[in-house]
């Protein structure tokens, strides 16, 4: 497995991911400190990150399994009831917002369409990241490759036996095997590894997948499992640079 915690710079405010750097793909994500996001008008963001030349999409979350493709026409740049937002528009920075929820950014390298999708368990059960390699619908799967951001950590991910058997019910038992764990009694789920055995089994190469080992839950991002209805939400922000 590939992590990348030694690929990911710490700024006051928010991170980067420099992975994809090499595609000229930057994925930035904020951090507590900077506020919450849906706080923020878009036009704001754009400007705290210094892409006013930008067209920022965003969408209203609803952990559907919804994913959109953003063309050359940006008349409309918010989406309602969407989860996943696709382009190859370089002239696109797609906002996105978590809080424990896993971010998963995407990019294929044959038609340099880039995009990132929210999967939190709902996300993850209706598998929206498949959803979004069949909206990419790419000559082959070999040029897909696929960043996961940081959510919340197996540790502090515990869920109840229902949501255990729901799962279980549905994906092969070696994932589930390999995804759950249980501890006095009490299961705990993976959501970052499940989504990797996920993309395995579709046929992604896996060294073309990339993990980490941060959590929102641990550290100073939004975290609604641990600060509950008082939680912020973290963005996510990814465009192309030009």
């Not at 930057?26 to 067209?55: C, M, N, Q, W």
């Not at 050359?72 to 370089?90: A, H, R």
């Not at 995009?115 to 368990?121: D, I, M, R």
Request: hydrophobic share 35%; glycine share 6%; proline share 2%.
């Amino acid at each position: 497995m590939n992590y990348i915690d030694k690929d990911i710079k710490d700024f006051d405010d928010y991170i980067e991911f420099t992975t994809f750097n090499k595609f000229n793909v930057k994925i930035l994500f904020t951090k507590k400190h900077y506020g919450s996001v849906p706080e923020k008008s878009r036009e704001e963001v754009a400007e705290d990150f210094s892409l006013k030349d930008k067209i920022m999409v965003s969408s209203h979350q609803t952990h559907s399994d919804n994913v959109i493709l953003v063309g050359e026409n940006t008349d409309v740049t918010y989406f309602e009831n969407t989860d996943g937002i696709l382009t190859s528009n370089k002239n696109v920075a797609i906002l996105t917002k978590y809080a424990d929820c896993l971010p998963i950014f995407i990019y294929d390298e044959e038609s340099k369409i880039f995009g990132a999708v929210h999967s939190g368990w709902k996300g993850t059960y209706q598998e929206i990241v498949k959803r979004a390699i069949e909206k990419i619908n790419p000559k082959s799967l070999s040029t897909i490759n696929i960043l996961f951001g940081i959510g919340i950590s197996c540790e502090n991910y515990k869920v109840g036996v229902e949501f255990y058997e729901q799962f279980k019910n549905k994906f092969p038992k070696e994932i589930i095997e390999k995804t759950f764990s249980i501890k006095d009694g009490d299961f705990y789920f993976n959501n970052q590894l499940f989504n990797y055995y996920l993309l395995k089994d579709y046929g992604v190469k896996e060294d073309k997948i990339f993990l980490n080992n941060r959590c929102t839950f641990k550290e100073n991002f939004h975290s609604f499992r641990r600060d509950k209805e008082l939680s912020g939400r973290n963005g996510a922000i990814m465009f192309m640079e030009v």
